[in-house]
T-cell receptor, first 114, second 113 residues
Framework: DAGVIQSPRHEVTEMGQEVTLRCKPI?????LFWYRQTMMRGLELLIY????????DSGMPEDRFSAKMPNASFSTLKIQPSEPRDSAVYFC????????????FGEGSRLTVL | EDQVTQSPEALRLQEGESSSLNCSYT??????LFWYRQDPGKGPEFLFT???AGEEKEKERLKATLTKKESFLHITAPKPEDSATYLC??????????????FGEGTQLTVNP
């Protein structure tokens, strides 16, 4: 299995631009998570999906952030408009079921907003 | 509020010099305590799950232990390839929002040859 695949690996954009991050979870995993990692706050859960349905989006910082999962093999995290404080590494992770804490993480998307 | 605190923030060891990393947690009933390893530019990689006080898990030079208030990651005779950031995370028993893990800030371990 190729693991969780994220794109792009690096994104540099200017303030106000729209950013879309993409994730392909491991096949057969019913749960998908979006995390954000910064030096100041560490790893924070933004949102997670079960069978393509958003279950908990309480970690999404603002209305500028939105996430979708149109099918079992694809999810997007969108920031519109982007701000410099959104600069972070965004990770996608998946698991087969909730009885495990063994998250399978992608390699992350490093976002820099100038 | 659930909280996970790791110490030290950074640790430098010589190859072969054993040591321990600490993870203190405060959660509303612990369902599981997890250790992850994160290499620069990579996502965290799962190492261990501990469920109850007194439990121990081992993998190569790493051994994780759990008490009612903290967990330790013991590194025996480390090698340079053990250099990474080690994260711990706690999962509360009675969570209402699925698989919400609370992560610590991590310990950045450097092992010099």
């Amino acid at each position: 299995d190729a693991g969780v695949i994220q794109s792009p690996r690096h994104e540099v954009t200017e303030m106000g631009q729209e950013v879309t991050l993409r994730c392909k979870p491991i096949s057969g995993h019913d749960y998908l998570f979006w995390y954000r990692q910064t030096m100041m706050r560490g790893l924070e859960l933004l949102i997670y999906f079960n069978n393509n349905v958003p279950i908990d989006d309480s970690g999404m910082p603002e209305d500028r952030f939105s996430a979708k999962m149109p099918n079992a093999s694809f999810s997007t995290l969108k920031i519109q408009p982007s701000e410099p404080r959104d600069s972070a590494v965004y990770f996608c992770a998946s698991i087969p079921h909730l009885n495990t804490g063994e998250l399978f993480f992608g390699e992350g998307s490093r976002l820099t907003v100038l | 509020e659930d909280q996970v605190t790791q110490s030290p923030e950074a640790l430098r060891l010589q190859e072969g010099e054993s040591s321990s990393l600490n993870c203190s947690y405060t959660v509303s009933g612990l369902r599981g305590l997890f250790w992850y390893r994160q290499d620069p530019g990579k996502g965290p990689e799962f190492l261990f799950t501990l469920y109850s006080a007194g439990e121990e898990k081992e993998k190569e030079r790493l051994k994780a232990t759990l008490t009612k208030k903290e967990s330790f990651l013991h590194i025996t005779a480390p090698k340079p390839e053990d250099s990474a950031t080690y994260l711990c995370a706690a999962k509360p028993r009675f969570e209402t929002s699925g698989s919400r893990l609370t992560f610590g800030e991590g310990t950045q371990l450097t092992v010099n040859p």
